[in-house]
Structures are given as C-alpha cells and as structure tokens.
C-alpha cells in the first residue's frame, strides 16, 4: 500500500534529499515550495504525512497545520525549522502537529520520525465504535496504538484513572474493534449497586430465592455471553463479592442466586477504577488474587491536565453534541475562551469538562461562545478568597495573557457591583473607571445590574 508524503520547504536542496530519501523507502512523494503550493496540493489530494517548514516565503507552515490537520485529522504533520524556540514548538504541538525537529535535523532519526508516524492507526482502524473517545495527544498515543492489539486479546483488562478520564469510551472502544462487537457491551457500576443486589444482579437469581425474586433473572454476566462485560468502580466491591467474582473468572461459570445449576459463560471482561488497588491489598480491603486476576492487561488513562492538546477537539465536540442535544444552532467558541479553558486544571476531567460546555451553550444567547460565558468556577470566582488566583509562575504550555486579564476584569467587576448595590456608576468609581467604559465592559460580560 503506496504511502504519500508531502514535502513543504523552500529550499529545494532538502526537497531534493527528502524525495531520494523517502522515495527510497516505499513513499510516493510530492514536493511544494511555498505555502500557495502546498495548498495546491492539499486541494488535489490527502496525504499520510506532510514535513513542514515553518517559514516560508509567502505564509506560516504552522497555518497548514492548523487548517488541514482540522480538514483531515489522519493526516500527520511534522514540522521543521531553523529558527526553534520552545514556544514555536508547543504552538506547532498544540495545532496537530505531532512532531517538532529543528534544522539542522538527522536524516536517520527524521527516518524514523516519519516511519513511526505512518504506521500510527488512523480513525477508521478503531472503527465506528470510537463513540465520544476522543485524544490525539502525545499522552493519548500510548493508549491508542494498543488498542487494536488489545481489542484482539481475550486476556482480562483493567483500565485505571481518575474518575471522569474516558475509562468506559475506552472500554466500549475496545469491545467494538473486539471479535466480540457484533455482541452487547454491557457495563456494570460496581459502587452504584448495595451489596445485597449486586449478586443477584450479576449472577442472576431464581424465583423464590429471596423477598422481590418474583421471577428468574439471568443476571449481567450471562447477558453478555459472547460479548464483553465492563465493571466500572472495581475498588467498591466488598470483599464477600470479590471472592465469587474471582471464581466466576477462574472457572467461567456462574451459579444464580438460590440456584442449583450452573451455567457457563463466555464473557471478555474490562474492569476500571479510580483507586489505588494495591494500596486496597496493603489495608486489607481488596483481594491480591483477584487483583492479578484482572490485571493481566492494564491501561491508564491520563488526566485531562495532562492532555490539554485534547482540549480544543473535545471542546468542539461537546458544543457540536450540546447543540444538537438542546436544538439550537451551532456556536462557535472564542479563542479567548479555549485560552480559558485550556488554562484550567479540571479536577473533574472530561466529564466535568462536557458538562461547563452543555451549560455554556444552554445559557449563551449569541452564537458566540466567549469569556463571559462560562461558569464563575471556571473563571476563579469560588476560590476561597473570591478572586482570581494571582499567576505566581508561568505555565509549562504556555499562558494567554489577556483571557487571563479579561477574566480577572470581569471578576473585579462583579465585585464592585455587589459592593456597590448594583449602581454602576459607583461601581466604576470604585474602580477608577470611566462610567461609559465601566457600561460597555458590563454589556460584554453579561453582568447583572441596576443603572
């Protein structure tokens, strides 16, 4: 299968080594030499993987990235530059590049670069059922490119983080690029169940077999007989339920509630927790044979924190879904507030996440998703002193100075206000605003007032 490579750099010397040296590995090649070029050829076709100078003569490399890698995800852009800075590269990373090399570069290492990049699985190698899983950074890839092999696996799994990560989109991704997709995916929270039901609700029952059991019940696992069953929040299970589990896993079969009669099942099982199970083993509270037992294969899911390349992608998803959930019309998302976003540390992670978007677009009238939009806990308001938190230290990604001076105004603002009674002349005066700039400022913030 041809493999098709563009080269985007003015300097036709490393066009030219480039073509002989990829042409020589198997890549179909094509060259361009200015940005109007490049996006000449971006009309006429796709391509597996675009090298990338920044600086050339008659635009920005990084604008490529930035509106093909949107266009056309499975596309993978390595950026290249004699003029690097850390910055210039986190910029290239956090606009879809997935790799940064400064001139002058290894023509090996590029090599490899550029042979890991290809043999990455694209979207359509994890099938529809990627559902909501969405991650294309740098912390994500270790997880995406185990998932085919994963999915063909029949070992048990344990996917750990912290709660709100992703870890049943993951599960449910694997159960549908699993041999077992044409058969249910059935999830079970294990915290969500009292112990006095969980039994009877995964193992089944018999009728008569307690006060309620007015009739057989089948039971979870043998609902997904064939397919996959996913315990979520494995850490709560008591220990009376951790030992029939642990059989059921050894011996695949299950005996119902009150029941004489065994029956066999044929069930892949994912389990996931946001505790720590080997400190659970060490206070005696969860079962180390059992621990083994599913932790033949473990994946973890990082925190959002430590994804926030994701961000952008996940933000315009959840509108997108939030838009058409509600049946509005689609919003758009200020850069200024994907600054904001992409700034905070969500403690909540993606479910918390999705959930400040369905309520930002719920509540903003406009089109415009901006600033203002968002919730007062996003934005600092809650914190114990009532303000902004000051930024002490510049962030590792970097920092968007005036969404964070513009936050900061509007919380100043509402302050005033409410010290003010609500008058916003004297709330500009406290201030030391002008009236008419105090107004204005108001009307974009959306803050409630009394003239």
């Known amino acids: 299968m041809s493999r098709h490579l563009l080269i985007v750099d003015d300097e036709r010397n490393i066009r030219e080594l480039l073509r002989i040296v990829f042409e020589v590995e198997g890549y179909t090649v094509t060259e361009a030499s200015t940005y109007a070029e490049a996006t000449q050829q971006f009309e006429q076709g796709r391509f597996d993987i675009v090298i990338c100078d920044i600086f050339l003569p008659d635009g920005n490399g ?8 949107g266009r056309d995800p499975d ?11 850390p910055a210039r590269a986190l910029s290239a990373l956090r606009d879809g590049a997935v790799e940064y090399v400064s001139k002058p570069f290894d023509v090996e290492e590029l090599k490899i670069i550029v042979e890991k990049q290809s043999k990455r699985p694209t979207e359509e190698t994890f099938v529809a059922g990627l559902f909501d899983f969405i991650g294309r950074s740098r912390a994500m890839w270790p997880i995406l490119e185990r998932i085919p092999q994963v999915a063909r696996s029949e070992a048990t799994l344990l996917i750990t983080g912290e709660s709100g990560t992703g870890k049943e ?23 969500a169940l009292p112990e006095g039901l969980f039994e009877s609700e995964l193992f089944g029952h018999v009728r008569g077999s307690f006060t309620g059991a007015v009739s057989d019940k089948q039971g979870m696992m043998r609902e997904a007989h064939g397919g996959t069953l996913f315990l979520d929040e494995l850490g709560e299970l008591t220990p009376g339920i951790q030992v029939k589990l642990l059989r059921a896993l050894q011996e695949k079969k299950i005996r119902p509630v009150g029941g004489n009669r065994e029956f066999d099942v044929d069930v892949r099982v994912i389990t996931a927790t946001n505790k720590d199970l080997k400190k659970l083993i060490e206070d005696g509270k969860f079962r180390e044979d059992l621990y083994f037992r599913i932790n033949v294969i473990n994946l973890h899911v990082p925190a959002l924190r430590e994804r926030t390349e994701d961000i952008p992608e996940l933000v315009r998803h959840f509108v997108e879904k939030a838009c058409a959930r509600l049946g509005v019309e689609p919003k758009q998302i200020h850069r200024d507030t994907m600054a904001v976003l992409e700034n905070y540390s969500w403690p909540g992670n993606i479910r918390e996440l999705e959930n400040v978007i369905e309520r930002s677009v719920a509540t903003e009238s406009s089109q415009l998703i901006t600033v203002s939009s968002l919730p007062p806990s996003i934005l600092g308001s809650e914190t114990e002193a ?19 001076v513009d ?15 609500g008058v916003q002349k ?16 108001a009307e974009k913030y959306k803050l409630t007032t009394e003239d």
């Open 386 to 404: 009532g303000v902004l938190p000051p930024l002490a230290v510049l962030p590792d990604n970097g920092f968007d100075l005036e969404a964070h």
């Open 75 to 85: 596309t993978h852009f390595v950026v290249i530059t004699a003029h690097s800075t």
């Open 169 to 191: 989109l993951l599960a449910r991704a694997i159960h549908a690029a699993s041999p077992r997709a044409s058969q249910l995916f059935v999830p079970v929270n294990c915290g």
């Open 407 to 421: 936050a900061v105004r509007r919380e100043l603002m509402r302050q005033a206000l409410k010290r003010a009674g």
């Open 62 to 69: 990084l604008d490529l990235v930035r509106s093909y890698h």
């Open 426 to 441: 004297e709330a500009a005066r406290v201030l030391r605003m002008t009236y008419r700039a105090f107004r204005y400022r």
